[in-house]
């Protein structure tokens, strides 16, 4: 393993104070070994401060943890990692010259905390996914070798990244191996900005165990569009059928793909969407229009916060009631538009069939054909063009479209 090339990776987040010391006292114990700073939004010099030592550094918009070190991995040369907290102390080599796929740093002094919840938790959805209980489930100090590299990565989004991390590589036969060090870090304490810390821990390893994707940035995001089904019952089970294409979904993509293609998911929401439509609207029209305005939403969801715009102004057009949805989808746009979850089929055919049910519920016979010709019109487009690039290409279009959206 000695002659397997490293790098260290460092997310780090408002560190001004600490990320100098820490990338210094890493150059010296790794000398020649690149270090990558993945700035996750710092509103302080902590960008400055590590390039000023000699790292390299990432500048990226607040996502978290998770996003910050996939979008670092993405930088770093073929070979090992070496993970690293911007607020480390102590030295690290006993890590990499360890024996084992995927080697974590055990502390072997407690500093600060809280009452044990976030660890416990993470401990017990461990043992629950892969069978094992690590000491320490939530270091961050932590040696990947290239097979544990190619499992574990795209890492989990947030604070779940380093537990869902021990689990990928258990669940990919890898050795899992913890080190006892003496290693001094800043922890949080049992104030009110520690147990906010520890809160926020716990929301994204509960998120972390749930259905996941990639984005089109290659994040691995919680997939959360199934909240939908939640706040409008009526769609519940048109967001269970698109949580099932997120989870077991193939490379199909499209009407004519699926089709080819035979058992898919996507076969299973083209029959099962329009069948229950047909149930609860008792009509051919109402079928078609709900079938039809879910795919629609569904072909814009390719860019964060895109189906959710869209649904946003339709309902706003369509003057029905749709609050809960609404609501849902505009709580749901802050996390989306920042790539910290992903709406998904579950979440764009949900929001689509409230469209689309709304229309029913409103339209004479002949509005609805009408907008049952628009809507086919819009999937064929989408099938021969993505309907996404064509937004792009179109001024004002473009610009509603990337509001609120991060670039980087």
């Not at 690290?92 to 072997?108: K, N, S």
Request: aromatic share 4%; with cysteine.
């Amino acid at each position: 393993m000695a002659d397997e090339r490293l790098t260290i990776l460092i997310a780090a987040r408002d560190e001004e104070a600490r990320i100098g010391t820490t990338v210094a006292d890493l150059q010296r114990l790794f000398p020649g070994v690149e270090v990558i700073v993945a700035d996750d939004g710092s509103r302080d010099s902590t960008a400055h401060v590590a390039a000023s030592v000699g790292a390299r550094v990432l500048r990226l918009p607040h996502r978290g943890k998770g996003q910050a070190l996939t979008l670092a991995e993405h930088e770093a040369a073929p070979g090992r990692l070496l993970l690293c907290d911007a607020d480390l102390r102590g030295d690290l080599t006993p890590l990499t010259e360890a024996d084992g796929d995927l080697v974590v740093a055990a502390f072997v002094r407690r500093q600060g905390g809280g009452f044990g919840l976030a660890k416990g938790a993470a401990r017990r959805l461990i043992a629950l996914a892969a069978g094992v209980t690590p000491r320490e489930p939530l270091s961050g100090q932590r040696v990947l070798s290239a097979d544990a590299r190619a499992a574990c990565f795209p890492v989990a989004a947030g604070f779940g990244v380093e537990t869902r991390m021990t689990v990928d590589a258990v669940r990919a036969g890898l050795e899992l191996r913890e080190v006892d060090l003496d290693l001094e870090h800043s922890a949080t304490g049992r104030d009110l900005a520690g147990f906010v810390h520890r809160a926020r821990q716990l929301r994204d390893l509960l998120l972390a165990f749930g259905p996941q994707s990639t984005n089109h940035r290659g994040l691995r995001l919680p997939l959360v569009g199934w909240l939908v089904g939640l706040g409008e019952p009526r769609v519940a089970p048109i967001a269970l059928l698109g949580l099932a294409d997120d989870v077991w979904s193939g490379e199909e993509r499209g009407f004519c793909a699926h089709l080819r293609s035979g058992r898919t998911t996507g076969v299973l929401k083209l029959a099962g969407i329009p069948l229950y439509a047909l149930l609860r609207t008792r009509s051919l029209s109402g079928a078609l229009l709900v079938a039809l305005a879910a795919n629609v939403v569904n072909q814009l969801d390719t860019r964060p916060g895109r189906a959710l715009k869209a649904f946003v102004l339709a309902s706003l057009a369509l003057r029905g009631g749709h609050r809960r949805a609404r609501t849902v989808a505009v709580l749901l746009a802050t996390y989306d538009l920042r790539e910290m979850v992903m709406l998904g089929d579950s979440g764009s055919n949900a929001l689509g069939a409230v469209l689309g049910f709304s229309s029913v519920e409103r339209f004479s016979r002949r509005q609805r054909w009408s907008a049952i010709a628009a809507l086919a019109g819009l999937t064929l487009l989408g099938e021969r063009r993505s309907l996404g690039t064509l937004i792009e290409q179109s001024s004002p279009f473009r610009e509603l479209d990337a509001l609120g959206r991060q670039k980087a």
